[in-house]
């Protein structure tokens, strides 16, 4: 059974930081890709952010130099690092792993995603 359980969001101002962690169980996922989308009410899913099998990183543009993708070592955490957070970054956040690429476009389409972790800024 196949669970990812997101925490870490919360209400910030603009230019603060955020730390979304996701723990991962279930599955080995040596060689598929993770990563983080978001949603904004009355927005499409939007991918962020995606690491590959290899620990290569890729990002959206609009968080490019600000977010930061991260895993440990067995891959079973998934984190998040945003800083410098705009008022656009306001949206609900949700891990997903299981991609066979780590295309950022992808990410909300990867086989497994959790319930999700708000984030305000304001």
């Known amino acids: 059974h196949v669970q990812l359980v997101e925490s870490g969001g919360g209400s910030v101002q603009a230019g603060e930081s955020l730390r979304l962690t996701c723990v991962i169980s279930?599955?080995?996922?040596?060689?598929?890709?993770m990563g983080w989308f978001r949603q904004a009410p009355g927005k499409n899913r939007e991918g962020v952010a995606a690491?590959?099998?290899?620990?290569?990183?890729y990002y959206a543009d609009s968080v490019m130099g600000r977010f930061t993708i991260s895993r440990n070592h067995a891959k079973t955490t998934l984190y998040l690092q945003m800083n410098n957070v705009k008022i656009e970054d306001t949206a609900m956040y949700y891990c997903?792993?299981?991609?066979?690429?780590?295309?950022?476009?992808?990410?909300?389409?990867?086989?497994?995603r959790g319930q999700g972790t708000q984030v305000t800024v304001s």
């Open positions: 997903a792993a299981g991609g066979l690429d780590a295309v950022v476009v992808a990410v909300p389409r990867f086989a497994y």
């Open positions: 690491i590959d099998s290899d620990d290569s990183t």
């Open positions: 279930g599955n080995t996922w040596s060689n598929y890709a």
